[in-house]
Every structure is written in C-alpha cells, then in structure tokens.
Nanobody
C-alpha cells in the first residue's frame, strides 16, 4: 500500500513564504514524475509544478519565478518552495507521484494541505 503524506501548509501573509513537503511510503521500486497540483474553491484542480525523474522542472505560468519544485529520491520526497505568495495562491495543494514508466499509470495522491494567503 503506497501512501503520500503532505505537510507544510498554513496561513501566511501576502509576500510570505511556505515550504510544502510530501513523502511516500510503502513498496516503491522507482518514482517517475513528481508533481504538485492545487485546487481553489469553485475551480478545477490545476498542475502547479512537475519534476521528472531526471530533475527537469516545469511550472504553470502564474508561479514561474516564485515557486521551486525539488525532489530527494532517497527520501522519496518532493518539495515545493513557495515565495512571494499572493492571495490568488490560496488553495488546497496536492502532491502526486507517478510510479510507472507510463506517465498515465500508477498515479498516487496526497491528502491535500491547505495554503491560505491573507493579511
């Protein structure tokens, strides 16, 4: 049974920073892609950042230059460093790990962590 556990969410003022972490446990041979998604109230879930097994990262336009995704394969952990946070970044953030060479298979999700940006 593979489980992903997230931490690091919370309330922060505009311009502040947060660091999210997501650690996988269970029988895992190899992790392909790791990613962070978010879902704001009344909106669809969107991909925020993705990092390949080789460390190549991509970001949605609205977070480029402010967010950084990274991974520690030995710890089976993905991070999301969020700087210069804006109220529009408020959402539930979910991590995702892809455990198959096929990018569409064996997708596992965290339980979600709330990020609220407000003064």
């Amino acid at each position: 049974q593979v489980q992903l556990v997230e931490s690091g969410g919370g309330l922060v003022q505009p311009g502040g920073s947060l660091r999210l972490s997501c650690t996988a446990s269970g029988f895992i041979f190899r992790i392909n892609r790791m990613a962070w998604y978010r879902q704001a109230p009344g909106k669809e879930r969107e991909a925020v950042a993705v990092i390949s097994s080789g460390g190549l990262a991509n970001y949605t336009d609205s977070v480029k230059g402010r967010f950084t995704i990274s991974r520690d394969n030995a710890k089976k952990t993905v991070y999301l460093q969020m700087n210069s946070l804006k109220p529009e970044d408020t959402a539930v953030y979910y991590c995702m790990m892809n455990l198959s060479p096929d990018a569409t298979r064996d997708l596992y999700w965290g339980q979600g962590t709330q990020v609220t940006v407000s003064s």
